[in-house]
């Protein structure tokens, strides 16, 4: 079906019920109203209620029946059974009424008006209906503060010969068709016959016919979170398509409408290897004032390399992260692989040598850290090697003897025979193995025999 026969279509339901209101007066017997009135109770002097009313499967929830009388609902709910063309409350030729406080659901009009003037309609209710205000024939009454929201044609119609009448401060919101209908002519809001002032509209199919009668709704929302500095450090949150940034614990965002996604940033940067990721309440959608929290976890970044850099295989490093970032307080464990053609030494750890050949390091991630797995080629750690020996103080006839067998081992790396220099390297072992305990302690003799085994092993 096309909008215009859907259109053609809800006008004549519009045509049908008012020839149905109209007629109300004339084919439902009276209900004279008491301090509680019921169902399809009329009204003859000012009504407070008490309680509520329904569900009423009569085609009028209440029905105003005298000039200058107020009906105050207290906030209390007139509910139908959707009952054809019925109204939750009807005034059909009468002046000076005032209507206010009510909720009014489960009808085909919520509040019909119709032969009247001087009507006031004042913070009442309208949802779950078809329309929410259907007003005709009526002039200079005020339409105020009122809520149509949720109804499944239009939240506010104004019809045949509606002149003359002022609606101020209302809103219709989510309707399946309009937010405002006024299909009057005259010199009011938009050329209609009314005028309209600061009347609020969004979600609708259609918000306003004509434009121009409402604007959207528009609401503040807070968005706080904890876990990041609360100076110094920007954060942000992007609600719909536009992105909002402080340094504080909270954004306020204004002027927003309708219904929106938001997202918290995440991950946000701190200072040099310092960041912050969300990890509750990060996103959600809004659609009315309030405050929304988010949570940030601090997190540091582990750099791990090789010295030389560029290395293979890298270190391996437990628990894998592939960022690099971890959260604060996570233990680490750095392990150094073995690299053909070269010898593991040592981790460094922030600049500063931990145990020698020990290829696992622990870190523990309470700031940013650098590991550097520090790696040496045959030749330069036989070199370590002679260092190592001579920091001992060994005797010198023993010293001799050692000097000789790495000196000689150097020359065959450097003329390029490595079996040579494998073999002289193991002989360098089998002496400080004789002295151990001797003029070595069996401390000294491990140190240097796993260095030299270390070498013999990288050697290809």
Partial sequence: MNTNSKMMNIRTISVISVLLMSSFTIFYPTVFAS?????????????????????????????????????????HTISGTNVPFSAGIVSAGFTGITIKNCNVTGFFQGIYIDFGSNVNLASNTLGGNAFGIFMQRTSGSTITDNTNDGNSQDGVFMGFEASGNT???NTANNNSIRGFEDATTGSGTSGTGNTYSSNACSGNTINSSPNGLCGLTTFSVTFDQSGI???GTTWGVTVGSSHYTGTGTSITVSGLSGTSSYIYDSPVAGSAGTRYTCNAG???????SGTESASYTTQYLLTVETSPSGLTPAPTVSPVSASG??????PVTLTANTIPGYIFTNWNVDGTDQSLFAN???VTMNGPHDGTAVYKTPQQALQSLITLKESMGLPQGLTTSLDAKLNAASNSLNSGDGNTAKNQLNAFINEVSAQAGKKLT???????????????????
């Avoid at 009028?60 to 105050?72: A, E, H, M, P, Q």
């Avoid at 069996?442 to 290809?460: E, R, Y």
């Fill in 442 to 460: 069996q401390d000294q003799a491990n140190q240097l025999i796993s260095v030299a085994q270390n070498i013999i092993n990288s050697i290809s």
């Fill in 360 to 362: 696992t390091a622990s």
């Fill in 325 to 330: 970032y971890y959260d604060a307080g996570t």
């Fill in 229 to 231: 500095p609360s100076s």
């Fill in 167 to 169: 609606l101020t401060g």
């Fill in 35 to 75: 301090a509680d009135p019921a169902c399809g109770s009329d009204l003859f002097s000012d009504t407070t209620l008490s309680g509520d009313i329904g569900p009423c499967s009569t085609p009028v929830g209440l029905r105003i029946s005298n000039n200058n009388i107020t009906l105050d609902c207290a906030g």
């Fill in 282 to 288: 990060c996103s959600g959608s809004i659609s009315g």
